[in-house]
């Protein structure tokens, strides 16, 4: 088992590191002086000079590259001067003399327009984000599985064709279009009905610092992104259920008398989620990286929101961060389904 997990960690290690080039590369083509964007348009060329050396970018591509790559990892060498020491707020391993082996957080450099550190900027949005996401995975696999269940059980009936084209058109359907419609009759049109509105935060601020979470900003956006999976999980559930009501120990089941809900929720839904705990394991991270554009329409400040507003200010450490960040959650959540499958089934382990 800790050689297959070790495995998928290496495999986890060599994704990041592809990520990390692409990304770094990529955003080095885009037209734009980063130098020009923290200084403003009216700075001197002596400022921008030390802008360019404090950030690297004075030196060969692949010069800023291993410079970027030292950044991110977490082990590495670095000049022991007071300036690193505030830089990367490292933790002393091994004195090398000038140098010293530092034990430190991964540095995502800090942003063009505020000159926060990215990392801290990303992660006080990620909460926002990460109830949104799990609010509406929670609201798609509920109903996806009812839905699903409903439909498997009235094959061919209108009911199960009514439900099946609601499915095809929620797949189909963008979630930023899907977005617009939803906060214009929910959160306008039959807001006074209702009780939600256009746009909304997690938290309301008072005016003397304090905080309250505010669930009810929730449910639109949480609705809005959960669509796609719940369309999903609905066909999965129906699928997966017509094929288990098919099978012989269903039928002795009720050639035995078993009651109809008892054989249906006892023996087939149980066995008919397999292949639904398989996209639901794998929908969070998506959830996360798809919530940019629903949070943008609810004015929902999260992750997603901060990497749009960097994306249309050309603020390229916040852009090439959250990317990295979301890489690292879609490879840590895989990394946890597959070491699960294989705690369930030896078989994953040994193929």
């Known amino acids: 088992m800790l050689k297959f997990i070790g495995r998928r960690l290496g495999y986890g290690l060599l994704v990041m590191m592809g990520v990390t080039v692409i990304v770094f590369f990529l955003f080095h083509l885009l037209p734009g002086d980063p130098a020009r964007m923290v200084a403003g348009k009216r700075s001197d060329i002596t400022t921008i000079e030390a802008i360019n050396k404090e950030f690297g970018l004075d030196k060969p591509l692949p010069v800023q590259f291993y410079l970027y790559l030292k950044d991110l990892s977490p082990i590495s060498i670095h000049e022991d001067t007071p300036q690193n020491q505030d830089k990367y707020e490292y933790t002393e391993l091994i004195n090398l003399g000038d140098d010293v082996l530092v034990l430190k957080a991964p540095y995502l450099r800090r942003s063009f327009q505020t000159n926060k550190r990215v990392g801290e900027l990303l992660m006080e949005n990620l909460e926002p984000t990460i109830w949104l996401a799990l609010a509406a995975m929670a609201f798609a696999t509920i109903f996806g599985i009812a839905i699903g269940v409903i439909s498997a059980v009235n094959q061919h009936k209108f009911l199960d ?3 099946v084209a609601g499915s095809v058109l929620g797949i189909s359907l963008p979630s930023f279009v899907a ?7 929910f959160g306008y049109y039959l807001a006074d009905w209702t009780g939600l509105g256009l746009t909304g935060q997690l938290y309301d601020y008072s005016p003397f610092g304090g905080k309250t979470l505010n669930l009810k900003n929730l449910v639109l956006p949480a609705f809005t992104l959960g669509i796609r ?6 066909q999965l559930t129906r699928s997966s259920m017509l094929d288990v009501l098919k099978q012989d ?20 839904l149980k066995n008919a989620l397999n292949p639904v705990i398989t996209a639901v394991s794998g929908w969070l991270a998506s959830l996360m990286a798809g ?15 901060v990497t749009i507003k960097a994306v249309e200010s050309l603020d390229f450490p916040v852009v090439m961060g959250a990317v990295l960040i979301i890489a690292l959650i879609f490879v840590f959540v895989n990394i946890l389904v597959d070491a699960l499958y294989a705690l369930i089934d030896p078989r994953v382990r040994i193929s």
């Not at 977005?179 to 009759?185: E, G, K, L, V």
């Not at 002795?252 to 809900?261: D, Q």
């Open 161 to 163: 064709n009514f439900l």
């Open 179 to 185: 977005a617009i419609i939803i906060s214009m009759i």
């Open 229 to 234: 999976p719940l369309a999903i999980i609905m």
């Open 249 to 268: 120990y269903i039928r002795t089941a009720y050639s035995k008398g078993l009651p109809y809900k008892k054989v249906l929720i006892k023996h087939a």
């Open 291 to 305: 919530a940019f554009f629903v949070e943008l329409v609810f004015d929902w400040k999260g992750f997603g929101y």
